[in-house]
T-cell receptor, first 115, second 111 residues
C-alpha cells in the first residue's frame, strides 16, 4: 500500500523558536498533501491543503504566516511552525492523495511540545 | 461540520463481529463513503471505501443501504488490536473532496 512518512515523530522546542516537520510519500507521487492538527481527545482538524508547485490553501482560522507550508515536489511537503508557543503543542498529521483519487494516505504523525 | 453521524462508543467481545454504523443521510449520488481508523497516537489508517455496492477486503466489509443514507462497517472477527477510533467520512464535492473528521466511534474490543 501507499506509505507516507513524517519526520520527526516527536519534537520538543522552546517558546519562540521555529520547528519544521517533513512529510514524504515513499512509493507514490502525491498531487495533493494535507496537514491536520489533533489536540488531545479531539478529532483531526484540517489546517491546509497544498498542491505541488502552488501555494497552500489554509482553512479558516489557521494563520498562514505562522504555519508555513512548502510543497516543493510530488513526494515532499513541509510544515514550519514559526515562533511556536505552548498553545501550538499538538499532534500534527500529514496525508497525501494521488491524483484522480479521493483516498488519503496518512503519515504516523508528529507530536510537538512547546515549552 | 462532518456530513456523517456515528455512535460515540461501542464495545465488542474479542473474536466476535464488530458492526459499526454510520448515518450519511445527505449523501449525494456520486459521493463515496470512506472508513478509516486511528489507533492511539498514530495516524489514521485506511480501511475500506464504497459507492453503492457492498465491498469487502482483507480488513473489513462495508455494507451500504440501498438508499445510501447509511452504512455499516463490519470487522468479522475483532481482535484486541482493533481497539481504535473509527471514522466514517463522506468527502464533499463542494469542499474539494477534502475529508472532514467527526468524532468517530471509539471501539473497545474486550477480552
Amino acid at each position: 500500500g501507499a506509505v507516507v512518512s513524517q519526520h520527526p515523530s516527536w519534537v520538543i522546542c522552546k517558546s519562540g523558536t521555529s520547528v519544521k516537520i517533513e512529510c514524504r510519500s515513499l512509493d507514490f507521487q502525491a498531487t495533493t498533501m494535507f496537514w491536520y492538527r489533533q489536540f488531545p481527545k479531539q478529532s483531526l482538524m484540517l489546517m491546509a491543503t497544498s498542491n505541488e508547485g502552488s501555494k497552500a490553501t489554509y482553512e479558516q482560522g489557521v494563520e498562514k504566516d505562522k504555519f508555513l507550508i512548502n510543497h516543493a515536489s510530488l513526494t515532499l511537503s513541509t510544515l514550519t511552525v514559526t515562533s511556536a508557543h505552548p498553545e501550538d503543542s499538538s499532534f500534527y498529521i500529514c496525508s497525501a492523495r494521488i491524483g484522480g483519487s479521493y483516498e488519503q494516505y496518512f503519515g504516523p504523525g508528529t507530536r510537538l511540545t512547546v515549552t | 461540520d462532518a456530513k456523517t453521524t456515528q455512535p460515540p462508543s461501542m464495545d465488542c467481545a474479542e473474536g466476535r463481529a464488530a458492526n459499526l454504523p454510520c448515518n450519511h443521510s445527505t449523501i449525494s449520488g456520486n459521493e463515496y463513503v470512506y472508513w478509516y481508523r486511528q489507533i492511539h497516537s498514530q495516524g489514521p489508517q485506511y480501511i475500506i471505501h464504497g459507492l453503492k455496492n457492498n465491498e469487502t477486503n482483507e480488513m473489513a466489509s462495508l455494507i451500504i443501504t440501498e438508499d445510501r443514507k447509511s452504512s455499516t462497517l463490519i470487522l468479522p472477527h475483532a481482535t484486541l488490536r482493533d481497539t481504535a477510533v473509527y471514522y466514517c467520512i463522506v468527502p464533499e464535492k463542494y469542499y474539494g473532496q477534502n475529508f472532514v473528521f467527526g468524532p468517530g466511534t471509539r471501539l473497545s474490543v474486550l477480552p
